[in-house]
C-alpha cells in the first residue's frame, strides 16, 4: 500500500520519526491486529490503533456499556449503557473517519465481534491478526488468548491496571521463545483474587497501562524491541520495575516448541512476580 498525499500528510509526524518513515506507516497500513476486551485498556487501545492507521481492527467484547464504566472508559457516554461495547466502540471510530460505515480514519476497517472468547472459538476469532492485545477482563479468557495466540504464532501484548498497580508485557513464541508465553508466568492454576472491581483503580491509570500497551504493540509491529520484558508499574509512586520473562521448560501450553528454536541470549535481570491481576477494566 503507498501513501497517498492525504495519508501523507495525515501521519506526517509519525512518519518523520526514523524508526516508522514511510515504510513503517505502510506496514501498520495494512496491519490487521485484534483486541480483546473493550473496556479500559481496550477502548483507548482501540482509538490510538485506528489513529495511526491500522488497516484492520477487529475489537472482541460481548459485555455491555455500564454507568459504572464512565469515569475509565472515555469512548463511551450515559447514552451507550445498555448497549454491547464492541458495537458502539466501532462505530464511534467509525464516526471520527471518513463517515463511511466501513472505513475509519479514512484508511483502515473496523469490525465488531460480540462474542465472548473462550476455549473453542478463540484461535478463529484471532485467525489472520498479527498482533493481538488482551485487554480482556478475567483470568481464564487470558489463558484461552495465550493458548490461541501460541498455537496460531501470533504476537500478543497483554496488560492489567488495578488499584495503582500495573502490569505489561508481551510474547511471541516464533521471535522470542526463550520469553515463553503468558501460562509460563501465570499457570492456569493460579488463584487471582485482586480486580479494579474489588479494590477499585482510578481512569488516569488505566489510560496510562493502555497507553504504554498500545505503544508497545505498535512498536512490535514496526519491528522493533519490546518482547521478554514485563513491566510493572506502581501509579504511587511512579515507580516502573523490569523484569526478564524466562520460559517454563514444562509449560502444558508452550513447551511443545522445539528447543532448536530457542535462541541463547543474555538475561537482563531475574523475574520476581508470583501474582497476576485478574480483571483489568471492563
Known amino acids: 500500500m503507498s501513501l497517498d498525499d492525504k495519508a501523507f500528510i495525515q501521519y506526517s509526524r509519525q512518519i518523520m520519526l526514523p524508526e516508522v518513515d514511510e515504510l513503517g506507516q505502510q506496514r501498520l497500513m495494512e496491519a490487521s491486529v485484534a483486541i480483546v476486551g473493550v473496556g479500559g485498556l481496550g477502548q483507548l487501545c482501540a482509538q490510538y490503533l485506528s489513529a495511526a492507521g491500522i488497516g484492520r481492527l ?90 490461541a495466540c501460541v498455537a496460531l504464532s501470533t504476537p500478543n501484548v497483554v496488560a492489567a491496571a488495578a488499584h495503582f498497580a500495573g502490569q505489561l508485557m508481551a510474547f511471541d513464541l516464533s521471535k522470542s521463545p526463550d520469553s515463553g508465553c503468558y501460562h509460563c ?19 488516569p491509570m488505566v489510560g496510562t497501562m493502555a497507553s504504554m500497551q498500545v505503544l508497545l504493540a505498535i512498536k512490535l509491529l514496526l519491528g522493533l524491541p519490546g518482547l521478554g520484558v514485563l513491566h510493572r508499574f506502581d501509579g504511587l509512586t511512579g515507580e516502573m520495575r523490569k523484569f526478564t520473562l524466562r520460559r517454563d521448560p514444562k509449560c502444558s501450553v508452550c513447551a511443545a516448541i522445539k528447543e532448536s528454536n530457542i535462541k541463547a541470549y543474555a538475561a537482563c535481570g531475574e523475574l520476581a512476580c508470583s501474582s497476576a491481576l485478574g480483571e483489568n477494566d471492563e
Open 185 to 203: 508466568l501465570f499457570p492456569a492454576e493460579l488463584r487471582v483474587s485482586e480486580s479494579c472491581s474489588t479494590i477499585g483503580v482510578l481512569g
Open 58 to 147: 477487529t475489537l472482541i467484547d460481548d459485555d455491555k456499556v455500564e454507568l459504572s464504566n464512565l469515569p475509565r472508559q472515555l469512548l463511551f457516554s450515559y447514552d451507550d449503557c445498555g448497549q454491547y461495547k464492541a458495537e458502539v466502540a466501532r462505530d464511534r471510530l467509525v464516526g471520527k473517519g471518513t463517515g463511511d460505515k466501513s472505513q475509519v480514519s479514512a484508511f483502515g476497517q473496523v469490525a465488531a465481534k460480540v462474542v465472548r472468547l473462550d476455549g473453542d472459538n478463540a484461535e478463529s476469532l484471532l485467525s489472520g491478526a498479527d498482533l493481538v492485545l488482551d485487554c480482556c477482563d478475567n483470568f481464564a479468557t487470558r489463558q484461552h488468548v495465550n493458548a
